[in-house]
């Protein structure tokens, strides 16, 4: 991770303040916790238990008396807890990629925004397995004194929702006023409708779905070959050493792909060269400039993020399927429900598409749940559910007020 | 590559024979020919001329005498010169994968079929930078004694075609009854009809477009990351040792999710399980039956294809552009063809989408060529133009035989 001197780049300090801005939550600091120890591990879906696992989480806006005005968000496959306002620690924490930039969703959670702080409390905590802050890989096992590895178990989306019930539990919050996620986000904000029923007033699932199609599942299968296939990788074992960059890179290029819409490449880049009076280079390098942009997020992403997180990370994304609460029967699954849901797809997004939203709609729909499904016409692709702030924002801000989802 | 001993394997052998039947080609055998030398080197898009090449082509049907009923089909990134029939010499030639299956696109070329033997003489060549029998990366450089690896000069469509048509002229072939091609094959059957517009009577392209997309340059520079960071990549030296083959699996594993809609993949594999009845096995190797799917096709392909074959043809695709020959404009490049046009899309193919075809079309129509276009309903993606056979089978032969267009 590169080393970022706060004292030496005077233009890079200026930029590491919050903005002067009466919408920013300003600077955030992360709370670090522990939820589980030797006397209460967490049983995973795989069968094993895991103990201790510390998790990171934010909170952005204060808890009411009642404690019922907490919203918890949900982040995404290389999401973090850090969804808003600037970090204070980044520089002591070695997380050096936040200096320049406010947290994931920013545009999304502050006063007067959609998540408005001024009258929520947001809660956003990184999942298990990850890299930032919560228990993961690079974790130490306590049996071997070394960094788990590979010998992490196989973590699920519904271990995660698991955890995260019992971090809200532990700040005494009975009731979520909503949960909020999108795309791998969405799902656990699915899941903690289904398996908390009682305890989930709101969900809104923005560019997520049930499932993963076969198609995100071969796309995740490739960006694992990548990286176990990394001269580096030695087996899980590289946290004494150069982690296996490359394949990590080549993983985040791919999904990249897979955020971005057809249509929002070809405006993007087109078929563009980067040099040379837009004639060919004639070489195999980076000649393009949709390589160039994919090199620059393959080699940006490998700086803050952990391959062995990414494998754990992606198979939770396959495993995922809210119908086998069901028995392979999506309606019945989504039969004890009782929150109120408002689901978001985007037209552009082939990651998860509006047909899987809308499939996912019909079975709340058939089951009598109180739903709203809105497809925005967008061409970002899947990047639209952290892009179509303006489209987003007034669904999301209206669906939070109300009692019933009548207007939106 | 596996050693197949055809006496070992009674089934086997069984397969190894043509089959009995009124509309196969039956037994083929390849032609190889030398079409430069040192006196008659091909000058290259790059700027390098390259001397000796040797081209491997197979023909099905008679030549008339008047030499004008030959139609020239060429070949997809993994494709050869067996188009159709049973390789005679694929064991004597170390091609063992021949041994039971019939060339690529054996369903339309044969006695009666689309390409019907009868009447027309179809010659497929392999093309340069390949690893079937053409000069490629695998070839010696006579110039150092050893295989030229990286140090092949950059290939392109046009450098493909212009071989082509010394194997054309060596033939005595003025002019080609019709030039035929799928994917990339089909932009060579395109620069063929503006480089040569009065050699090429009539010109079928199926799958392709006049310029790959920016997602499709994406997902060749992936495919590319992946073998140049193969542990045994070695700066392309690898032909004395191990292949880069996990990095070519990888590559491939990925052209096929690209080769397959959304739709097929979900048809053909959707989120079933290996095994475990059908539940997660929890871990993080081939667990879902579309990886088992992707793995099987990643590693079958690197027993018969040359990874910096796969570099350097994926690059050619990259590259080609008709409008290049319009100075950016397709209307201005297609202005000198002569050749009439029948052009195929599939709905579901979303490497080479009806829209971009449609582009193609349009700019033949505008330019006032005599183009038809017709779009296939298919749930097959961009593989329908192997698969749809009976769809394509009337169009293409009613085009053969017309001397209008009038009527597809």
């Not at 204070?88 to 502050?110: Q, Y």
């Not at 198979?315 to 109120?340: I, Q, T, V």
Request: glycine share 8%; net charge negative; with cysteine.
């Amino acid at each position: 991770m590169k080393n970022v001197n706060k004292n030496s780049d005077p233009k890079r300090k200026k930029k590491y303040e919050p903005p002067d801005s009466l919408t920013s939550v300003g600077w955030t600091e992360p709370h670090i916790i522990t939820l589980a120890d030797g006397n209460n591990p967490l049983l995973l879906d795989c069968g094993e238990e895991l103990a201790p696992i510390s998790v990171e989480y934010e909170m952005y806006g204060e808890m009411n008396s009642n404690k019922d005005n907490v919203i918890l968000l949900l982040h995404a496959l290389s999401g973090d807890a850090h969804a808003a306002g600037w970090d204070k620690k980044a520089l002591e924490m070695g997380r050096s990629w936040r200096v320049d930039r406010p947290g994931w969703w920013d545009t999304m959670i502050g006063p007067g925004k959609a998540l408005d702080t001024n009258k929520y409390c947001i809660i956003c905590s990184n999942v298990l397995g990850s890299c930032y802050g919560t228990t993961g890989p690079a974790s130490i096992d306590p049996e071997t004194g070394e960094p788990y590895g590979m010998s992490f178990p196989i973590v699920t989306v519904g271990d995660w929702v698991r955890l995260q019930e019992r971090l809200v539990s532990h700040l005494g919050i009975e009731k979520l006023y909503a949960v909020i996620g999108g795309s791998l986000g969405g799902q656990q904000a699915l899941e903690w409708s289904l398996a908390y029923p009682d305890r989930v007033e709101r969900t809104v699932i923005l560019a997520s779905s049930a499932r993963l199609s076969a198609q995100g599942l071969a796309f995740n299968a490739v960006a694992r070959s990548s990286i176990l296939n990394d001269i580096n990788f030695n087996d899980g074992n590289y946290y004494d050493r150069d982690q296996p960059a490359q394949g990590l890179a080549i993983a985040r290029m791919l999904g990249h792909i897979t955020y971005l819409s057809e249509t929002a490449m070809r405006d993007k880049f087109g078929r563009r060269y980067r040099k040379n009076g837009n004639r060919p280079g004639f070489h195999l390098g980076v000649d393009f400039e949709v390589e160039s942009y994919l090199e620059y997020q393959g080699q940006s992403f490998v700086s803050r993020f952990d391959a062995n997180s990414y494998l754990y990370i992606t198979r939770a994304m396959d495993y995922y399927d809210a119908a086998d609460r069901g028995e392979g029967d999506l309606d019945r699954a989504c039969e004890n429900a009782r929150s109120r849901f408002l689901l978001i797809s985007f037209s552009s997004d082939w990651l998860y598409t509006p047909e899987q939203m809308k499939e996912l709609t019909f079975a709340l729909y058939r089951t009598k749940k109180d739903v709203s499904y809105v497809e925005i016409p967008s061409t970002y692709g899947h990047d639209a559910f952290l892009l179509e702030v303006d489209e987003i924002t007034p669904l999301i801000s209206k669906f939070l007020k109300g009692d019933t989802n009548h207007g939106i």
